[in-house]
């Protein structure tokens, strides 16, 4: 996840949720900007979700993305996508 916001304003964010991913803090916004995910002059990003295989093309967008069923959606998305299912080590 791409994020406009401070390391220590996401660092929180992940801890309040138990999130075991990594929030990359994107000060300058040259991420989302590379994406075209910046909006209102780049105030914020935009919540879309980015597929992208093994050879680091980007095999599907997700313009409509719902924080309540995000995780679901993920998973779902990846599997019709043909992306082999990992098991994380506690």
């Known amino acids: 996840m ?9 660092r929180e964010f992940a801890e309040s949720l138990g999130a075991r991913h990594v929030l990359l803090s994107d000060l300058g916004g040259s991420v989302a900007d590379a994406y075209g995910v910046t909006a209102l002059g780049g105030l914020y990003a ?10 680091g093309a980007i095999r ?29 080590a506690d």
Request: no cysteine; aromatic share 10%.
């Open 46 to 55: 935009r919540r879309w979700t980015f597929y992208i295989g093994p050879d």
């Open 60 to 88: 599907f967008i997700d313009k409509d993305v719902k924080t309540e069923t995000a995780g679901q959606d993920i998973a779902a998305r990846l599997e019709a996508l043909g992306f082999t299912r990992k098991i994380a």
């Open 2 to 10: 791409v994020s406009l916001d401070e390391p220590d304003k996401n």
